[in-house]
């Protein structure tokens, strides 16, 4: 039996300690619904497939979410979890350290032990979130059990290093096409070098200026990246296809439509055809909603902007203020020397317990 009401540092390492690749959540979903059970008072308490969800109804004016992924992404020889003492304090190694299970365990550990909350709270554990956002067990609760994620406003565990990160970027895939005329390169004034004519797009990218843009006081910078490039059929053969997947990171001012928009801009002009692939729209930071606002505030407004995607996005396409506050350097999230200093892991219960105790 997981101990929710222990230290929340020891609860993190025996949830680390329970496999929980994408897909093999069982175990670990098992272990967090029985503790909930056992453990709390108050809430009402579901199981949905591999996630659990509990909520209190106290008649509270507001109602905060503490949503977190048991998922990992596969071990990679760290797991168990182990400690060490260096430059960085105490600190727990394991797989999921980082991403997510401190975030996990302090929204556990909290749920047992803040005795008179000043919100109604949901906890939200969910499954699949490290694989394809088709699996994503948010999107599967958020489809099955709407009314299970309303709120005021959402904190997602995920790492943050000690700092509200407020809403996310959005994220959009585009394959750049090429097209030309083959030939044997030994005659390649008979063809049409569809690679030469990426060079255009290269050159583009390389020239690209980011924006930035201050959206309640939290900077994004855009990026627009090229990640792949494929072409070519044989060493003696002049291509008459190649392509390049460039990668728009995009403010949360832009929608997905405009987001597209501006990359076709990028490349207006050139010989090539540009493909959507993916998408996925950004999340405003909402921080001037006033659960957000209460929440900066007990956060000494340590504040900053998510880069990258999180599930936050789900939280804001439905008009709830969310924003990612964790344990752990985001940097260090699916690296074999995954691994928090303890004192994060500290410090972040008792900031949220001051929090929701109001």
């Known amino acids: 039996m997981l101990d929710l009401r222990g230290d929340p540092i020891e609860l993190t390492a025996a949830l680390v300690d329970i496999p929980s690749e994408s897909r093999h959540e069982a175990v670990i979903a098992d272990a967090v619904e029985a503790a909930l059970r056992e453990q709390t008072s108050g809430f009402e308490i579901i199981r949905d497939g591999n996630a659990v969800l509990a909520r209190t109804a106290l008649g509270r004016p507001t109602r905060v979410l503490l949503a977190g992924h048991l998922d990992t992404v596969p071990a990679a020889g760290n797991v168990p979890s182990r400690r060490s003492t260096g430059d960085e304090g105490a600190v727990l190694h394991g797989c999921g350290t980082v991403d997510m299970k401190s975030g996990d365990a302090v929204f556990l550990h909290l749920a047992a032990t803040v005795a008179d909350p000043a919100h109604d709270l949901t906890l939200v554990f969910y499954d699949c979130e490290e694989i394809e956002a088709s699996a994503n067990g948010l999107g599967r609760i958020e489809a099955n059990l709407p009314d299970w994620l309303d709120a005021d406003l959402a904190v ?34 008979l063809g049409d070098n569809a690679i030469h004519k990426l060079g255009a797009v290269l050159q583009r990218l390389a020239e690209y200026q980011p924006r930035r843009v201050d959206i309640d006081g939290c900077e994004y910078r855009e990026g627009l990246s090229a990640v792949r490039i494929d072409g070519g059929v044989a060493g003696n053969v002049i291509p008459d296809a190649a392509a390049v997947t460039v990668n728009f990171r995009f ?11 501006h990359v076709h801009d990028v490349f207006d002009g050139l010989d090539v055809r540009v493909e959507q692939t993916d998408v996925a729209a950004g999340a405003l930071p909402g921080l001037g909603a006033p659960a957000a606002a209460t929440l900066v505030a007990a956060a000494g407004g340590r504040v900053r902007a998510k880069y990258g995607w999180t599930d936050v996005s789900r939280f804001a396409a439905r008009g709830i203020p969310a924003v990612n506050y964790g344990p752990g350097d985001p940097n260090l999230a699916h690296k074999v020397d995954e691994r928090v200093p303890v004192e994060q892991i500290t410090a972040t219960t008792e900031l949220l317990r001051a929090f929701l105790g109001g």
Do not use: K
Request: charged content about 15%; overall charge positive; glycine content about 14%.
């Open 156 to 189: 997602l565990g995920e790492p943050t290093g000690g700092y509200i990160e407020a809403g996310c970027q959005g994220t959009l895939r585009v394959v750049v096409h090429a097209a030309g005329v083959r030939a044997h390169s030994a005659r390649s004034w």
């Open 251 to 261: 403010a949360p001012d832009r929608n997905p439509a405009q987001a597209l928009a």
